[in-house]
């Protein structure tokens, strides 16, 4: 085809779309270490490795002074107690300070399994 005596182009230029693609691909890779839930903790090492955690789980914390964590929001275990009611179907995992006492990740489990959720899972990090 002619116009005005020049050809026209009619390939596609797929230049573009490879820029936005690797863009977009730059921007997952930094912001998928940041969707980790909870507050960070000095989690338990042991030989079998990390927990999966899927994002569905919900996450309580138990920082080294023994509050609770909703994800990265302070909660009583009261409040936590009506939310976990409320997601019965869900799994728990608690991510406890290697220095919390053990009465307090066990209280802490049997709230969870006492509104009835019996999947309950305990974050570990591997040893090295």
Do not use: W
């Given at each position: 085809m002619k116009r005005n005596g020049k050809k026209v182009f009619a390939d596609i230029n797929i230049t573009p779309l490879v820029d936005v693609m690797l863009v977009l691909l730059v921007i997952?890779?930094?912001?998928?270490?940041?969707?980790?839930?909870?507050?960070?903790?000095?989690?338990?090492k042991t030989k079998s490795g990390v927990t999966?955690?899927?994002?569905?789980?919900?996450i309580i914390s138990i920082d080294k002074n023994g509050r609770y964590y909703l994800d990265?929001?302070?909660i009583k275990l009261d409040a936590l107690k009506d939310y976990l009611k409320a997601?019965?179907?869900?799994?728990?995992?608690?991510?406890?300070?290697?220095?919390v006492n053990y009465g307090t990740v066990v209280s802490l489990i049997d709230t969870v399994k006492?509104?009835?959720i019996s999947r309950?899972?305990?974050?570990?990090?591997?040893?090295?």
């Open positions: 997952f890779m930094v912001t998928t270490p940041m969707l980790v839930k909870g507050i960070k903790v000095n989690l338990p999966k955690i899927e994002k569905k789980d919900i990265k929001v302070p997601h019965k179907g869900r799994t728990v995992i608690i991510k406890a300070d290697s220095l006492s509104v009835g309950v899972g305990l974050a570990t990090q591997p040893k090295k």
